[in-house]
């Protein structure tokens, strides 16, 4: 059955620094893209960057690039999506998801989301 | 970027009855759309890809169909368990693969 189980929520404070991850199971995690997507509480999702297991090469949508990476430790088969300084506007919950390896960009497994609040 | 524009936003559909959801791309998209349920409290879930290849389980009265920028989801017989929101994905040009705002399925 293929997993990905994705860290406990978060309470962070403005400027604080945040590493949160998604470890795959079930599969082989060097096969498929991860993906992250962010879905501010009540609204929609934004697609926010991905990583490629096998060599950690990277994509970052114009609207996240520069305030956050993505790494991947092969070892453990997780992939990590971290700041280094929080606003409040990142309050939200964050998915990981599996790139489907048929078609690019589907996004065929989801994590459950990590929900990250940031409040001074 | 791709913008993707999902009508309605709200629909009010009786248990049994057809939905029909719509997605617009902004520019030519060819096939490459996918479509996602998101149920209250839980992450989306892969419904359509490729505009109208249905994902594996999933039941056969959802069908996707469209091309180019026009795209439409249709519920033949609406369940119980399909009142959610539904997103369309842009995959054709990146980054980023552009999602639509979600159009609630609710209970009449």
Not at chain 1, 3 to 26: D, F, H, M, N
Not at chain 1, 48 to 63: G, H, L
Not at chain 1, 82 to 88: C, E, F, G, I, N
Request: glycine fraction near 8%; aromatic fraction near 12%.
């Amino acid at each position: 059955e293929v997993r990905l189980v994705q860290s406990g929520a978060e309470v962070k404070k403005p400027g604080e620094s945040l590493r949160i991850s998604c470890q795959g199971s079930g599969y082989t995690f060097t096969n498929h893209w991860i993906t992250w997507v962010r879905q501010v509480p009540g609204k929609g999702l934004e697609w926010m960057a991905r990583i490629d297991p096998t060599d950690s090469y990277t994509n970052y949508s114009p609207s996240f690039q520069g305030h956050v990476t993505l790494s991947i430790d092969k070892s453990i088969a997780t992939a990590y999506l971290q700041w280094s300084s929080l606003k409040a506007s990142d309050t939200a919950i964050y998915y990981c998801a599996r790139r489907f390896r048929m078609v690019q960009g589907v996004l065929d497994f989801w994590g459950r989301g990590t929900l990250v609040t940031v409040s001074s | 970027e791709v913008v993707m524009t999902q009508s309605p936003a709200t629909l009010s559909v009786s248990p049994g009855e057809r939905a029909t959801l719509f997605c617009r791309a902004s520019q030519s998209i060819g096939s490459n759309l996918a479509w996602y349920q998101q149920k209250p409290g839980q992450a989306p879930r892969l419904l359509i890809y490729s505009a109208s290849t249905r994902a594996t389980g999933i039941p056969a009265r959802f069908s996707g169909s469209g091309s180019g920028t026009e795209f439409t989801l249709t519920i033949s017989s609406l369940q119980s368990e399909d009142f959610a929101v539904y997103y369309c994905q842009q995959c054709n040009d990146w980054p980023p693969y552009t999602f639509g705002q979600g159009t609630k399925v609710e209970m009449k």
